[in-house]
């Protein structure tokens, strides 16, 4: 069964410091895959996206993710996090180029220090 | 910039009461989607629709739930007789086949008592 998993469930960081959130998948076949951030009472906003060529892609608000075959992978990065970055974050996959239903991991709640 | 928009963004019932949601989608877009979030998971499939046809509709959790959209342009999610357990945000997403990517909007939040 296609399944995505975020295996951190919270973790928080400094501010100015930088930031690597996890994302594990599996499918039979390279998926399509998206990072959404979500803040408290809001709907989702997409970050980025890999459907195929370079693996490194970039995103908005400083974001990048590497797609990584060999891991299943798909951690989404950060140089320096500001502490309007403090949100929740969920990883998703959908395994066909039809654009139908995607399936996202648990999330990912990112806290900042000042 | 009109993007998605749902309708009302909270809402509180009794239980056994019906509810119905609304959701426009971006105006080009013929792929609408709804989704199910409960607090602290991610959120969870239950029907498209391309235009006015529903192109999936087993992963609806129950036959109390029911999507419609008559026009291919707004659609409509109702939930019959509700129970304590449909507590949640629903959201709703739309799409243009050809990006496959989905914009989400800011979703209706149920509370059932």
């Known amino acids: 069964a296609q399944s995505v998993t975020q295996p951190d469930i919270h973790i928080t960081v400094s501010e100015g410091a930088s930031l690597e959130l996890r994302c594990n998948y599996s499918y039979g076949a390279t998926p399509y895959l998206f990072w959404y951030v979500q803040s408290p009472g809001q709907g989702l906003q997409l970050l980025l996206k890999?459907?195929?060529?370079?693996?490194l892609v970039q995103g908005i608000k400083g974001f990048e993710a590497e797609f990584k075959r060999s891991q299943s992978s798909f951690n989404l990065r950060k140089p320096s996090v500001h502490w309007s970055d403090a949100a929740e974050y969920f990883c998703a996959g959908n395994g066909d180029n039809a654009g139908n239903m995607l399936t996202f991991g648990g999330g990912t709640r990112l806290m900042v220090k000042p | 910039d009109t993007g998605v928009s749902q309708d009302p963004r909270h809402k509180i019932t009794k239980r056994g009461q019906n509810v119905t949601f609304r959701c426009d989608p971006i105006s080009e877009h013929n792929r609408l989607y709804w989704y199910r979030q409960t607090l602290g998971q991610g959120p969870e499939f239950l029907t498209y629709?391309?235009?006015?046809?529903?192109?999936?509709k087993s992963r609806l959790l129950s036959d109390r739930f029911s999507a419609e959209r008559p026009k291919g342009s707004f659609s409509t999610l109702e939930i019959q007789r509700t129970e304590q357990g449909d507590s949640a945000m629903y959201l709703c997403a739309s799409s243009l086949p050809s990006r496959n990517e989905q914009f989400f909007g800011p979703g209706t939040r149920l509370t059932v008592l």
């Open positions: 629709f391309q235009n006015e046809a529903q192109l999936e």
């Open positions: 890999y459907f195929s060529g370079d693996t």
